[in-house]
Nanobody
């Protein structure tokens, strides 16, 4: 069984910074990719940023230059550094991991979400 635990959300003023963390634990062979998604009230969940097993990253246009992914492979942890936050960044942020759980198959797992609120 796999578990994703997120932390680091909170309330911050516009222009401020937060760092989200997502730690993967459980039984798996490797992490194929990880990503942060977010869902604002009344809106669909959207992909914010993703990183492949090889370290390639991509970001949604609205956060480019402000958000940055990093990871600690030894800790199976993904970080999302969020700078220059805007009120429109307010959302519940979810971590997702695609894990190689068997020789033949993968599992997509989600964290419980962490609230980020940016006040104007």
């Amino acid at each position: 069984q796999v578990q994703l635990v997120e932390s680091g959300g909170g309330l911050v003023r516009a222009g401020g910074s937060l760092r989200l963390s997502c730690t993967v634990s459980g039984s798996f062979f490797r992490i194929n990719s990880m990503a942060w998604h977010r869902q604002a009230p009344g809106k669909q969940r959207e992909l914010v940023a993703a990183i492949t097993g090889g370290g390639g990253t991509n970001y949604v246009d609205s956060v480019k230059g402000r958000f940055a992914l990093s990871r600690d492979g030894a800790k199976n942890t993904l970080y999302l550094q969020m700078n220059s936050l805007k009120p429109e960044d307010t959302a519940v942020y979810y971590c997702n991991a695609v894990l190689q759980t068997t020789v033949w198959g993968t599992t997509s797992s989600w964290g419980q979400g962490t609230q980020v609120t940016v006040s104007s």
